[in-house]
Each structure stands twice: as C-alpha cells, then as structure tokens.
C-alpha cells in the first residue's frame, strides 16, 4: 500500500511538473502579447501544438522545400505602422495571440527580410508561412486560414 501511495504522489508530481514547464513556455513581450517559439525537435512540437489554440496567429519560417529556419528576427506593425512586437532569434514556430485588426510581420533571416500583411478577425486563427527559397530570394509563400473552435 505504501508503495502504492508513494507511485500516485509521484506521478501526481511529475504531471504537476510537465504541466508546469509548459505553462513556462508561454512568454509575454513587452506590449503584453502572448507568445510562443520553438519547433525544433518533436518535444518541441508537441508543446507548441498542445498549446497552439490559445494563440490565433500561427507563423512558420522555413527555407527551400522543408528545412526549418531558426534565427529569424521578427517584428509585427499594426494598421498604424506602430511596432507592437519584436521577436529577435525566433525558431521556426511563433504563436501569438493578437486582437483582432490589420498586420504587417517582417521576418528577416541573414540579413534577407519576408514580408506579409494580414487580417486578423475575431474567433479566426491564421497561419502565415515565410520562406527564404534561397538565401537570396525575399519572396513570401503563402497564408492560409485555420479554424478555431
């Protein structure tokens, strides 16, 4: 029985733990936006997707057919041209949580920058794909709508 007991508090504790390194990963920027990135590595996309429905902005980096990009630099401007979030090192997944309105993001990797504007609407997820078809190009590929529910 005590070892039962003791397997329970354990496992009890464990899950406290894993629920609170992801609760961890959430960040808030310096305007107050709620954000997460990462998405290398399956652990890391395993969080971001278990968490991906408390964000309505979806952006993904990537260069050439598939590879991942890392070390993107991001800065999103509202209807006004005003920054209202800068990222620097971001990975190849960035979650954001943002009111519904008009953006401009531009992602620059190397020194290359992508650029997009979008509209975000209540109870709409987007999800923006920039990617760098070679290290020379600053063409952005596509955006496409998710559903919430």
């Known amino acids: 029985m005590k070892s039962l007991l003791t397997l329970v508090g354990f496992s009890l504790l ?3 733990t894993v629920n609170l390194a ?3 990963d959430i960040k808030y920027s ?3 936006f709620a954000y997460m990135t990462g998405g290398i590595g399956e652990e890391e996309r395993a969080v971001l997707k278990q968490h991906q429905k408390q964000f ?3 952006l993904v980096f ?5 590879e991942a990009a890392t070390n993107v630099d991001v800065r999103i401007f509202d209807m006004n041209n005003a920054l209202i979030f800068r990222l620097l090192d971001a990975s190849p997944r960035l979650n954001i949580r943002l009111p519904a309105d008009s953006y401009s993001v531009v992602a620059t990797r190397n020194g290359v920058k992508q650029s997009h504007h979008f509209t975000l609407e ?3 997820a ?3 794909i920039l990617n760098w078809k070679e290290a020379d190009s600053a063409e952005a590929l ?3 709508e998710l559903t919430t529910e």
Not at 62 to 66: A, C, K, Q, V
């Open 14 to 16: 464990f899950s406290l």
């Open 22 to 24: 992801a609760a961890a």
């Open 30 to 32: 310096s305007t107050g």
């Open 56 to 58: 309505n902005l979806h």
């Open 62 to 66: 990537s260069i050439g057919d598939s």
């Open 122 to 124: 209540d109870n709409e």
């Open 126 to 128: 987007k999800q923006v």
């Open 142 to 144: 596509t955006d496409k």
